[in-house]
């Protein structure tokens, strides 16, 4: 059985493991010396059409919690949605890795920041007895499964270098985006102003880890340390890097997120048809969003559906990943179906 709680519980694409594999072939350099990290760092540079500083990290609260770290001074401040993953999900993994810089949620329509929440941040307090905003933080595809237009970003990037600020980006789907608005990614960083993005591997069907892409190398200084002091220096790094070049050597990043995508069109569709189901957000990546009967809810799990509900109570939210199959989309809905009927 097929689940929808989160695209990580599918397993690893074929692209990333043959490249895996592929890497076991006896020694080679260690802590990132080595031909495939090489190789695909230039991948990434050339997917990005610029010269940027790549790093590889185990997971996404580390990717984020180390990029901001080296964004901020402990008494700065971060800028996020409420429902930032950084700001519920964790555990104060920014906070702690910068040693005390603060998160300031804001809110927004859709899981998206906007230009007027993040300029009432910036400009709410000036006074030194308040955190000073240094960076704003934006999830793409966002948590609730929407995304930000390349105009979007780039509009809150100029209010927030305006005013002094750095760009991040939690991409940890970020493929799914690149795939729903079907831009070149440097269309939704560089050229929109994010100065670094956490590109998100787990979920698009690597086997562990996530590429933290510098645009401004400026900002890169020092990270391989802040990465080595916190535990998330591989010494075989290889077996990080080399599934990366597996998924980007045909496309398959892109093919894989263009699936999960148009799964979870088929899932929103199918809903249409059943009575009590109302979408809560528009389905423009992989994930969908339902209100559902507390009844409905429960009867999907005793039939053995796993799905998550942290959007408030009657919010269930189904993810489709890169292996997701229609018949497990059809199978779900017509469990919908009869328990909504
Ligand atoms: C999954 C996810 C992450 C990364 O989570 P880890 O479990 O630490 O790998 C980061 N941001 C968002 C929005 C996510 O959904």
Redesign the pocket.
Known sequence: MQHFA?D?YAGICPEALQAFLGANAGHAPAYGDDEWTREVSDRLRELFATDCDVYFVF??????SLALASLCQSYHSVICHEL???ET??CGGPEFFSNGSKLLPAPGEGGKLTPDAVREVVLRRSDIHYPKPRVVTL?QAT?VGTVYRPAEIAAIADLAHGHGLRVHM?G??FANAVAALGVEPAELTWRAGVDVL?F?G??MGLPVG?AVVFFDRRLSEDFAWRCKQAGQLASKMRFLSAPWLGVLEDGAWLRHARHANAMAQRLAAGLAGVPGAALLFPVEANGVFVELPAAVQSGLRERGWRFYTFIGAGGARFMCGWDTRPESVDALLADLRALSG
């Open positions: 989160s990580n997971n996404g609260t580390a990717a984020n930032a993953h950084v999900d964790e999830t948590e939690d940890a789907r956490c998100g787990t979920k996530e």
